[in-house]
């Protein structure tokens, strides 16, 4: 049954409506793909930077001998604030650590015990250059050859497992990044379906009088990269304020440089997937028979 007048400028304001929210829908999808891809770019160019920079943050402790002399364990001290591997030492005495124990207990320990048995320590945090596994375990072969050195202690297991967690966490975002990749191709195609079934009689028009496919895929083309171009600004406008948030929080954990080739990432991924989904979309239309131009 064909439509009343009066019915069809009510077709035609829910036609509209319901282009305009399955744009909307894809545009956000397509932001959350390159947000996501961008933070994946970031993690797999800083991949070692950031495992460098987090390892180097470790403290190994180095228990000391109070059996030994003062002078001999101020030497030892002064020993390692010249050593190159050292980055930053802080000494903490017995008597502080049983303060910092009592504290966390809630109750003097001391007290109940009759004497301090924690010892004197040097907390020190290694040099970027000397942040690899190698170069730890010569330095603790080093260090507990000194008569000073009562233990040395570092979280092994996290040093060794730091290049892992951090590639774990990369493969999370793009296996999340494929997924909605997936999805946003989806949407985008049922946009453009959308659009194109809504113009199908002047699409059927076209071709009749002799029209290209490129000539009539050029605005529905265009479109797409308006749409990419628009959800890549979004993207990279999310995802700098996510980077300026987290180097706040840990200041030069990414480089500006693996930034910057991410950023042209996000955009060409961005023109690349509207493109690459709009194109296939509008094929898959023109090639169509023409009574499936009706359903």
């Known amino acids: ?144 050859g000194h008569k000073a050195v009562d233990e040395v202690y570092y979280p092994k297991d996290v040093w060794n497992n730091a290049t892992t967690v951090i590639t774990k966490i990369a493969s999370i975002f793009l296996v999340l990044t494929i997924i909605l990749a997936i999805i946003t191709i989806i949407l985008i195609a049922n946009s453009i379906r959308l659009q194109m079934s809504g113009d199908r009689f002047d699409i059927h028009t076209a071709k009749l009088i002799g029209a290209s496919n490129w000539h009539i895929s050029k605005p529905y083309l265009k479109k797409a990269l308006i749409q990419g171009l628009i959800a890549s600004i979004f993207a990279v406008i999310g995802l700098g304020a996510t980077i300026r948030f987290i180097e706040k929080i840990i200041n030069g954990v990414f480089q500006i440089s693996a930034f910057w080739t991410t950023l042209m990432s996000i955009l060409v991924i961005g023109i690349v997937v509207t493109l690459a989904a709009a194109f296939i979309s509008i094929h898959k239309y023109l090639n169509a028979k023409e009574e499936e131009l009706y359903y």
């Open 1 to 144: 049954m064909e439509p009343t007048e009066k019915q069809k400028p009510q077709a035609s304001k829910y036609y509209r409506r319901k282009l305009l929210m399955s744009y909307f829908t894809s545009t956000v999808c397509i932001i959350l793909v390159l947000y996501l891809a961008g933070l994946f770019f970031m993690l797999l160019f800083n991949t070692q930077h950031v495992s460098d920079m987090f390892r180097s943050n470790i403290k190994m402790t180095i228990t000391l001998n109070d059996t030994r002399s003062k002078a001999e364990i101020d030497k030892f001290r002064k020993m390692l604030d010249q050593a190159d591997y050292v980055r930053e030492t802080q000494y903490i005495s017995k008597d502080d650590a049983a303060k910092e124990l009592a504290k966390e207990l809630g109750e003097d320990f001391i007290e109940i015990i009759g004497k301090n048995p924690l010892y004197s320590q040097i907390e020190i945090k290694l040099a970027d250059n000397y942040s690899n596994i190698d170069s730890i375990k010569s330095i603790e072969v080093a260090l507990k």
